[in-house]
């Protein structure tokens, strides 16, 4: 565990981007309400997903200034080695959209948080939420049929689930499949 700090709280994450038939977006809303993948109708399920991880490594870039802020010591040093791999993860989403032809969708200004982070041990709970919700993005990548997308997902899933097992302290089960996914899912059947 990241400084010695258990996660308590649990934080929700808006469906924007699951509404619009693209991955879930991370911990945040756009403070625009925007989907994360609006107006992707016309898209490739490809576009779809990596707007949809896209919009997750922006989220979690926002999230991880919140969460630097309350930390300290070594569980700072954590943060912004996260912070930095969110920001090189989103760099490389925009260059497999761009090399597809289409334009990334740009960060929101701001992102609502899904509680107040006043201390070290709700800054812990987000970033344990952020990786999560990183994680569930990047899972629909891994069923797409192209290799290199699959295997980007695939890197990116263990990355996520690496960095939120850190900050919760213990691993799960399925990364990224939280019973509010599988009964979203369980539902659409």
Do not use: I, K
């Amino acid at each position: 565990m990241r400084g010695g700090r258990a996660s308590t709280d649990a934080a929700r994450s808006t469906d924007a981007a699951a509404s619009t038939g693209a991955a879930r977006s991370t911990g945040a809303a756009r403070s625009t309400g925007a989907a994360a993948g609006a107006g992707a109708a016309g898209q490739s399920a490809e576009v779809r997903l990596l707007q949809a991880a896209l919009a997750a490594e922006q989220a979690a870039s926002y999230g991880y200034g919140v969460v630097g802020a309350h930390l300290s010591g070594t569980a700072l040093s954590a943060a912004t080695a996260d912070w930095t791999a969110h920001q090189e993860a989103a760099d490389r989403l925009m260059a497999e959209l761009r090399a597809r032809g289409v334009t990334p969708a740009p960060a929101a200004v701001a992102y609502q948080l899904p509680h107040r982070v006043n201390t070290a041990r709700q800054a812990v709970a987000l970033a344990e939420l952020l990786e999560e919700r990183v994680t569930s993005a990047y899972l629909g990548l891994v069923a797409l049929p192209g290799a290199d997308l699959r295997m980007l997902g695939a890197r990116q899933v263990r990355a996520a689930a690496l960095r939120a097992a850190a900050w919760r302290g213990t691993t799960v089960a399925f990364p990224g499949l939280t019973v509010q996914a599988l009964a979203r899912a369980a539902r659409r059947r």
